[in-house]
Each structure stands twice: as C-alpha cells, then as structure tokens.
C-alpha cells in the first residue's frame, strides 16, 4: 500500500531576505535547507525535496539524508508549480505533507503526528497553534489532479478555500508550525 510522502518547497527566490535564505546558517553551520530536510527525512524517508537550479549542488547531501531531488526549472512560476512538479515525481502516493524550507523549526514529532492523521484521501490536514493555522499541510489522494494543476505563486491555499469542509485542524504546541523566515530579522525573534 502506498503511503503519504513529503515535499519540502526549497526553489523559492528569497526575494526578502536578500539573498538566499536556505544557505544561511540555523544550527551548527549547517544551512537552513539541510536542517528542513534532515527534519522531514527522519520522519518519512523517501521523501521529495523540490529546488531551484541554483540549489542543484546540495542534491549529493539531500539524497544522503534520504530524500528525492526534483529540479523545478521554472521555479519563478511561484510555490504552486514547485507543489506540481513534487506531485508529478510522486504519483503512487496516497497523499502529500507540503512542507516549507524556510521554516526550520518544526519539530519532527509535529510532522509525524502530521503525517499520522492523514489517513482519508478527502481529508486536508492543517496544524493550528493558538488560533493561526500553520505548516505543513497534509493533501489527501483525492486532490492529486487540483495540486498537479498548480502553476502560481499563491500555493495551494485556493484548493484548502474550496474545500473548507474537508479540512481538519491538528492542535500542536509547535511554535515552528507558524515560524518561517522571511527576512533576517525572522532570525532574531
């Protein structure tokens, strides 16, 4: 049986930041790009990791920790065509954990408790920490089309609006779900 797989979104453009925010260092030196991943790999192995040309040298350290490079070459088109390009490499999965690269600090038990409730191919799985809704959002089988068709900027948040009653809230006490970074000054906080 086929099981949920996670794509970590890592072909954004750091337009904010400056200059790009997943090689700057989180813990240890390592980069926020590999902390992300490792995170994700230890929790669903086998996992997607979908970059932009320009991240093309760490695809040798993502495969080490487990997961598969996609190369979205045209990563300008935005978050929703990074989601597609995730799904395509991932067809005979039962549905997708959409995680975000730049946010580093979810806990691992977040995303396998994530993970775990996702589990009915109509259901969409979001957390919520003190009444914001955060990441990463789980997609059930029933939505493989809806997010292939994905091309903009905007995400998949047009599918969660249409689909409001499919949605199920997972309470966490993860600050990481609402925590991304954005600019350097998100490092501080």
């Known amino acids: 049986m086929s099981q949920a797989v996670g794509i970590l979104l890592a072909a954004g453009q750091s337009t904010r930041f400056g200059s790009n925010k997943l090689l700057h260092p989180i813990t240890d ?39 598969r490079v996609v190369v979205n070459h045209h990563a ?3 978050m929703g065509r990074s989601i597609a390009c995730g799904v395509a490499a991932s067809q005979d999965a039962s549905g997708w954990l959409i995680m975000l690269a730049d946010m580093p600090y979810i806990k691992p038990e977040t995303i396998q408790l994530l ?31 809806d997010l292939l068709a994905l091309h903009k900027d905007m ?27 954005d600019q350097p000054t998100d490092l501080l906080s």
């Open 29 to 67: 030196n390592t980069p926020m790009l590999l902390v992300s991943a490792e995170k994700l790999a230890c929790v669903l192995p086998g996992s997607i990791v979908v970059i932009s040309e320009d991240l093309v040298s760490y695809t040798a350290q993502l495969e080490q920790l487990g997961l």
């Open 76 to 78: 300008e088109q935005g």
């Open 115 to 145: 993970a775990d409730a996702l589990t009915d191919s109509n259901r969409i799985i979001a957390p919520m920490l003190k009444q914001q809704r955060g990441h990463p959002v789980g997609f059930g089988l029933s939505y493989k089309n």
């Open 155 to 181: 995400g998949a948040r047009e599918i969660i609006s249409n689909n409001q009653s499919q949605l199920e809230i997972v309470a966490v006490s993860d600050s990481g779900v609402i925590k991304d970074i």
